[in-house]
């Protein structure tokens, strides 16, 4: 079946076009000011159309959690963001006890397979166990640990094909083992929840470690050591031009000249904007407990009960890109592709842009820039 958008506000890497945006069988077949019969069409004339936003790092929302055993309980998070112009995602699972983050990941890998959500489910995210305990933030401490091989080996044998990236803190694999080990088998290393210093980052590039989870977010910075000064993973981030950075954009955890300056230093194409949204996300709950960890939620934002760290974000993805936009100064395009662009690139996968070639997942939104319409793989979504 082919399909006809009309748009004045189509963008693309390149810009934004006034004209026509072609689907066939899934698969955009151009983008032109031409007008061409189809079987069906769509006019968005005065709206905006971008590439539908690529989440990597996202614990639920609606009410639901990616840490279950259900795959629908993770099909209904997945659906929840993506009446929010989130067409593709990696639900991620905070640091719990091994045999728990299995079944977490079996419910995800459920969810994928049987279609329990028209969301592109690439992978589990896994964030935790093998952090700094120093740096921990909202994760519990009771279930912190360095890699034990025998653990994520088994995990990994099991349920490989559904993890799609896993946040540790390189200090605590010195050698680069388990690096390497996910690596080698199609999984993303990134560095978060860490004291690593310059050697250990090094350490971690090599073993195949390509991003940086939330930037300025339970990460090291420089430190003394009877005068001398070490290097941390931030000042690692900008010095390292393989490294990628994601940035939690909900205007809260990170004020906007903050974000200007990461996005100055690392430019468009290394930053990547995560949401790191809870459960709570999209609901009135204001406290409780979640993953071991009491939460209180203020000031648009999760914080723990005693209010000495954020928890995480209530936001979702067209949060992030109306704050981009209108508090950061960033523009559409470049926002753009920090949400989806970015992400698509780092997976290794053929979405996350308006171009010839590339999936049809996009996402439509007003003068508000809030999202009215949602496509996946060419197919309008009703909600």
């Known amino acids: 079946m082919t399909v006809r958008i009309k748009c004045d506000n189509i963008v693309t890497l390149d810009g934004i076009l006034d004209g026509y945006l072609y689907i066939c069988d899934g698969i955009i077949a151009d ?75 079996a419910a995800i890998r459920e969810a994928r397979d049987s279609h329990l959500t028209k969301s592109n489910i690439i992978g589990a995210h896994l964030e935790g166990p093998y952090l700094s305990p120093e740096q921990c933030g909202a994760q519990c401490t009771d279930y912190i640990t360095e890699p034990i091989e025998d653990d994520y080996r088994a995990l990994v044998e099991r349920y490989g094909d559904a993890v799609a990236r896993w946040t540790y803190a390189p200090e605590r694999d010195p050698s680069g083992k388990f690096a390497r080990y996910l690596t080698e088998n199609g999984i993303l290393p990134s560095a978060g929840h860490t004291n690593a210093k310059h050697p250990d980052m090094r350490v971690a590039i090599d073993g195949g470690c390509k991003l940086v989870t939330h930037l300025y977010s339970c990460t090291s910075t420089v430190t003394r050591d009877m005068g001398f000064r070490s290097l941390g993973v931030i000042e690692s981030a900008f010095l ?93 395009t470049d926002a753009s592709r920090m949400l989806s662009n970015v992400p698509a690139r780092l997976l290794g996968i053929k979405r996350g842009r308006l171009e010839v070639g590339y999936a049809a997942d996009i996402a439509v939104l007003d003068g508000g820039l809030n999202v009215t319409e949602v496509f996946v793989n060419g197919e309008k979504i009703s909600f």
């Open 31 to 105: 983008i032109s000011k031409k007008y061409k019969k189809c079987d069906t069409g769509y006019d968005f004339t005065g709206k905006t159309l971008l590439a539908g936003f690529v989440e990597l790092h996202t614990h639920g929302a609606g009410g639901y959690p990616f840490l279950t055993e259900s795959g629908e309980v993770v099909g209904r998070a997945c659906d929840y963001h993506l009446a929010h112009g989130t067409t593709t995602i990696l639900p991620t699972l905070s640091a719990s006890p091994i045999e728990v983050m299995e079944k977490g990941v």
């Open 240 to 332: 390292e031009d393989e490294l990628f950075v994601e940035l939690i954009a909900d205007g809260k955890h990170l004020p906007s000249e903050l974000v200007r300056m990461i996005v100055k230093i690392k430019g468009v194409d290394r930053v990547a904007l995560i949401t790191d949204s809870l459960e709570i996300a999209g609901t009135d709950i204001k406290e409780g407990v979640m993953a071991g960890t009491a939460f209180i939620v203020e000031d648009g934002v999760c914080k723990l009960r005693d209010r000495s760290a954020f928890a995480g974000s209530v936001a979702t993805s067209d949060v992030l890109l109306r704050f981009a936009v209108n508090e950061c100064g960033i523009s559409i």
